[in-house]
């Protein structure tokens, strides 16, 4: 099965490449918080042709899948008949037909699809299910769809993983989780379209059926025959593929299945932050079977038909797709563990919702909530599996979870309606004339509702990394720090209790003065310790860099320039910024990140992603509370440098063009534009103390609700550590 339901292994990306994966941007975290900094630029992944045809292939056949869902389960229901039982059953068999392939055999079909070339796998494999589901209306038996459906699944079990294991053969590493991505929006993106062009056919052929004879008999089967020509196009698309020849398997990789299902059990049990993470998957997969299965039923009890299911489905993908989208991206700074945990609750409660209110409209909004909140449990659970697992035992793991995700969600697919026919139909009389009714359907939305809430707070319960820290504080600051971007993200600090103040700025704007002026106002007025130092230089080692970087005569390449000035910095974090802001100090630095973003990126035209990830790994993600750029057209700044005596000549920098140091005043002005919440931009033009008034302003605030720190009080204030340079004292060239 390649597209329903979301299972972890479907994916491309997952545990089998992850943990094959040897990039250490990619295989740098441990932890859920740990940084992983992989290219996501998806429009640089689907310029690699070879990739961007495979991933055509994939929405097609995704598209394909999930209509030919949809017809499915609209035909099964419309051959039984109107019995509403019969209906229900029909509809679970289907949909168990569809999962129990791969539930059941998944592994193993992937180490035999492993052996056989893997294009024309896929070739194959797309004839046969365009045959296949063009056979369905044909025959039009409700017994061939049955055969049919757990053929085509026999065949997408072999399509599957030749799809997934090709993917890192026509991607870099590094693109990997952008490909993931991308293969992610096109399998479950396709969904809600998919519903919408099923309302569509099923609508036309409602129109078309008195004129073309293999349209009648039902609605679906227009929507079969254009399912069937997906998979027609999509096996042309692979056969021009350009697969590169395949690297060897592992041997002992393909020994055992069984042992490795066995091994893969083992380390789930033995792993608390994995059994939350799994029983949260589980509790997912769980109240997925109860909306699959049951969802027709529902929609029927609430007067809608073919059409009324169709929304729902639409509602429940799109929301999905949303989630999986974008969800990360918006809460990025919460503690993944916590957001996972979270996430599971509210699609609880939706869960709930949909159960409880009789109104088709009101559903279909709930219902994009739940899906919106599964897909952020998805994408997160997901991460989280392949960042908690061990990388040897990563793609057992991932096929373990997704063999019992199947399992559990055929199981409740199978359960839900006779829960639903046990639980019967209730009335809630509240007055003489208000009466709510409710009938088994609904009855098990809700109870699966209130499961899947309890299986998020237990999964929050094992799993927590923050214990002690108040979710709703958590919660908060993430929201304050939504949709920032990957660099920005990992730069959410650390709860240290120290405030860091960066100066930025041409050469000669003014920024050490600003730094003794901003030093003695802290010390003197606040009471608080200061710690004053600058880039490059800051340290011992960073003096014997800056010599290098600025005096040098020697040429020096652009990358090695940058590597020095990242050098310089990560040795200034771990020496002197770090422990600072951990004693509680206000930390004041004379250039950070920023200026190699400006210089290094915008002057010296390095690409400003490698730029910025290159920083960010040096400071572990550190960046300033508040950065103050001192804005100075290049020409007074020059000339300022030239009336100050305590200077030597121009260094290398310095001595730059006029264009390029337009460039980089233009980047530290851009830079502060896109976090105006982190910057400060002061026009540097005027008199010193007009210019320092204006930074102390900003900074009251700030440095006002931090002053419980340690180090604080007078007693502390005179002694501010410095850097082993004393950039304080005189010009700081
Ligand atoms: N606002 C200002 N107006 C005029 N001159 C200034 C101002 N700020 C600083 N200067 C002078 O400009 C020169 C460079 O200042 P400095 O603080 O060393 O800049 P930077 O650290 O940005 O290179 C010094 O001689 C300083 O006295
Ligand atoms: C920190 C940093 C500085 N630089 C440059 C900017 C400055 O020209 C020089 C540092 O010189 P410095 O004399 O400390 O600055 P200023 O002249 O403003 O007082 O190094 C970079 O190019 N990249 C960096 O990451």
Redesign the pocket.
């Known amino acids: 099965m390649s597209a329903t339901p979301p299972v972890p292994s479907a994916a491309p990306g997952s545990g089998r490449e992850a943990g094959r994966s040897t990039d250490p941007a990619l295989a740098a975290g441990t932890g859920p918080d740990a940084e992983v900094v992989p290219d996501h630029d998806v429009r640089a992944v689907l310029a690699i042709t070879a990739f961007r045809r495979l991933w055509l292939a994939l929405a097609l056949s995704s598209f394909g899948d999930w209509l030919g869902t949809f017809a499915k389960i609209g035909m099964a229901a419309g051959i039984a008949g109107g019995d509403h039982t019969r209906a229900n059953l029909a509809v679970s068999a289907v949909i168990i037909l569809q999962i129990a392939p791969a539930a059941l055999l998944g592994p193993l079909a992937g180490a035999l699809a492993d052996r056989l070339d893997r294009r024309a796998t896929m070739v194959v494999g797309d004839l046969l299910r365009f045959g296949l589901f063009a056979s369905i209306p044909v025959v039009g038996t409700l017994t061939w769809l049955f055969v049919a459906t757990l053929l085509i699944e026999l065949v997408a079990l072999f399509w599957g993983p030749a799809k997934d294991a090709t993917v890192p053969n026509l991607v870099p590493r590094r693109q990997l989780e952008a490909a993931n991505q991308v293969s992610l929006a096109a399998t479950y993106g396709s969904a809600p379209v998919a519903g919408v062009v099923f309302i569509a056919l099923t609508l036309l052929a409602g129109v078309l059926d008195g004129f073309v004879p293999a349209l009648a008999g039902s609605q679906v089967n227009l929507a079969l025959y254009v399912n069937a020509v997906t998979f027609l196009v999509a096996a042309l698309v692979v056969a021009r593929l350009d697969i590169p020849p395949r690297a060897p398997r592992r041997e002992g990789a393909r020994t055992s299945v069984w042992r490795d299902i066995v091994e893969g059990w083992r380390f789930v049990g033995r792993n608390r932050v994995l059994r939350g993470l799994v029983g949260g998957m589980l509790g997912a997969f769980a109240a997925g079977g109860v909306v699959i299965g049951l969802g027709r039923s529902l929609v029927r009890d609430l007067g809608a038909g073919d059409p009324g299911f169709g929304v729902l489905a639409v509602a429940v993908f799109s929301g999905l797709a949303l989630g999986m989208w974008t969800g990360p991206r918006l809460l990025s700074g919460l503690s993944r563990r916590r957001l996972f945990a979270l996430a599971l609750t509210a699609a609880g409660g939706f869960l709930l919702l949909v159960g409880l209110v009789p109104n088709i409209v009101m559903a279909a909004l709930f219902c994009l909530g739940l899906g919106a909140c599964a897909g952020v449990a998805w994408v997160t659970g997901f991460t989280l599996l392949g960042l908690e697992a061990d990388d040897e035992v990563r793609g057992r793991t991932f096929a373990f979870v997704g063999s019992v995700t199947r399992i559990v969600l055929v199981l409740v697919m199978a359960a839900a309606p006779a829960l639903a026919a046990l639980l019967g139909e209730h009335t809630l009389r509240f007055t003489a004339h208000h009466a709510l009714t409710y009938n088994g359907a609904a009855l098990t939305f809700g109870l699966a509702g209130l499961l899947l809430t309890a299986a998020g707070v237990l999964a929050l319960r094992s799993m927590d990394d923050r214990p002690g820290t108040s979710l709703r504080r958590d919660l908060q600051r993430a929201w304050r720090e939504r949709g920032r971007s990957a660099g920005e993200r990992s730069g959410a600090r650390p709860p240290w209790p120290g405030t860091f103040v960066a100066l930025e ?5 003014g ?2 003065t600003q730094a003794r002026l901003l030093q003695a106002w802290v010390h003197e007025e606040l009471g608080r310790e200061v710690v004053l130092s ?4 800051g340290t011992v080692t960073g003096v014997a860099l ?1 010599e290098v ?2 005096l040098t005569k020697q040429p020096l390449d652009p990358r090695a ?1 940058a590597l020095l ?2 050098a ?2 990560a040795q200034h974090v771990a020496e002197v910024l770090r422990p600072a802001l951990e004693r509680g100090a206000v930390v004041v630095s ?4 920023d ?2 973003l ?3 990126g915008a ?1 010296r035209a390095l690409e400003q992603a490698d730029v910025e990830r290159l920083s960010r790994w040096a400071t572990q993600g550190l960046l300033p509370d508040l950065t103050v750029v001192l804005d100075v057209d290049p020409a007074t700044a020059r000339a300022r ?1 030239g009336g100050d005596a305590g200077r030597g000549g121009d ?4 001595a730059e063009s006029v264009a390029f140091h337009e460039r980089v005043r233009r980047q530290f002005l851009d830079l502060a534009a896109r976090e105006p919440e982190r910057y400060l931009v002061v026009d540097a033009s005027g008199a010193p103390e007009d210019v320092a008034a204006r930074i102390r302003q900003r900074l009251e605030p700030l440095l006002g609700s931090s002053t419980t720190s340690a180090g604080t009080g007078p007693a502390g204030a005179t002694a501010a550590p410095r850097p082993a340079s004393q950039p304080a004292t005189g ?3």
Do not use: I, N, T
Not at 505 to 509: L, Y
Not at 534 to 537: A, N
Not at 651 to 654: A, G, H, L
């Open positions: 700025g041409g050469d000669g704007a920024k050490s600058r880039e490059p230089g800056r970087l600025l320039e000035f990242a310089d910095r004379d250039r950070y990140v200026s190699s400006a210089y290094q002057g440098r260094d290398r920098m310095e010009a700081s060239s």
